[in-house]
């Protein structure tokens, strides 16, 4: 079974850094694409970024991009968000998801099978 463990949310102070990490075991993260989400209080999930089965990744909020950068560890099996120049607007739960073997990255719910039980990120001072 594929299971997905968020780590590494905290509250932090605008301009601050956070490094996310995501532990999967049950598959290879060569097979398998992993996907960041966040929902923030009263609105819908997003998916913001991914990095697919060959390394390749994807972004697909333009707030993020330039901030935040995806990279993976296929010894450990660990996928690391390091989330850098944190916003209030930052503030979420943020989620990891698995695909099907060897799918292709997405930033749509409806394309990830299984989930983590989400990580607390708070930017306040």
């Known amino acids: 079974q594929l299971q997905l463990v968020e780590s590494g949310g905290d509250l932090v102070q605008p301009g601050g850094s956070l490094r996310l990490s995501c532990a999967v075991s049950?598959?290879?993260?060569?097979?398998?694409?992993v996907g960041w989400f966040r929902q923030a209080p009263g609105r819908d999930r997003e998916g913001f970024y991914c990095?697919?089965?060959?390394?390749?990744?994807?972004s697909y909020v333009n707030s993020v991009r330039g901030r935040f950068t995806i990279s993976r560890d296929v010894i450990e099996n660990i996928v690391h968000l390091q989330m850098n120049s944190l916003r209030p607007e930052d503030t979420a739960v943020y989620y990891c998801?698995?695909?099907?073997?060897?799918?292709?990255?997405?930033?749509?719910?409806?394309?990830?099978?299984?989930w983590g039980q989400g990580t607390q990120v708070t930017v306040s001072s």
């Open positions: 998801a698995a695909g099907a073997p060897f799918s292709y990255c997405s930033g749509s719910e409806s394309d990830y099978h299984y």
């Open positions: 049950g598959a290879d993260l060569v097979a398998t694409s």
């Open positions: 990095v697919d089965y060959g390394g390749g990744t994807a």
